[in-house]
């Protein structure tokens, strides 16, 4: 899915995040974003998913302008996993089935198999589906919220730091299998190295 951000600007009060940006990236891209706390990598993926509107520009997901009219059908074309999980109660089977129970994710294959998969391939306990979503710790949680973008399948995934509390070898393998995703357009924000995509962005230069 292309993404294409044409002359944005973004300002909260004084503070200017993004003067005049623009990016393009072409279907399929896997793009590293890169820079210092509050160079604007979140506010970036926000404004993708219509969280954030521009002061000035445009933005293009799939060749159709985000706005008011499209951001909730152009939404069902993204799969996202923030910073952190929300509070949530319940346990971590209860908080997929609250994701498929949407309107718009109930043709997506939230199977057992398809779950447990994905389970396995992050090192997760098939046990831990029954475990409360706030008992798991933030490495857990963060395999838990990536498994529920990936059920999702959409065509457009947004990482928000989504491996910064995993460690090393999980890390790796979500690295591995992320990359692996050539079929998706993926936006990677993370501080961690290891991280393997076709593009970078560092926002360092946009703000120094
Ligand atoms: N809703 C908001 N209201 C006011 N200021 C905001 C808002 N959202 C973001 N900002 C400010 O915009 C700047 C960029 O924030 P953003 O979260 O995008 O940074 P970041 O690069 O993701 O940082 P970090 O690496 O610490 O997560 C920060 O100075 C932040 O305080």
């Keep these: 899915m292309e993404v294409r951000l044409e002359h944005i600007t973004v300002r909260f009060g004084q503070k ?6 623009s990016l393009h990236l072409a279907t399929h891209t896997h793009l590293l974003v890169q820079g210092p706390s509050g160079s604007g990598k979140s506010t970036l993926l926000r404004l993708l998913l219509g969280f954030c509107v521009p002061d000035e520009g445009r933005i293009h997901i799939g060749g159709k302008p985000l706005n ?17 999980l929300p509070r949530v109660e319940g346990t971590a089977r209860q908080l997929l089935e609250q994701v498929h129970q949407f309107e718009a994710n109930q043709r997506a294959d939230f199977s057992e198999q398809t779950i447990l998969s994905h389970f396995g391939r992050f090192g997760l306990q098939p046990g831990q589906l029954e475990q409360p979503v706030r008992e798991l710790s933030g490495g857990e949680q963060q395999r838990l919220a990536l498994t529920g973008a990936l059920l999702l399948n959409r065509p457009l995934l ?47 230069s946009t703000h120094s």
């Design 16 to 21: 200017t995040v993004f003067d005049d940006f």
């Design 68 to 84: 008011a009219q499209t951001v909730w059908s152009l939404r069902q074309s993204v799969a996202y996993v923030p910073q952190q």
């Design 158 to 204: 947004l990482l928000d730091e989504a491996t910064s509390a995993v460690d090393a070898e999980r890390k790796a393998q979500m690295m591995d299998y992320i990359s692996s995703l050539k079929d998706k357009t993926v936006i990677i924000v993370a501080h961690d190295p290891g991280w393997r995509a076709g593009q970078t962005l560092d926002l360092t």
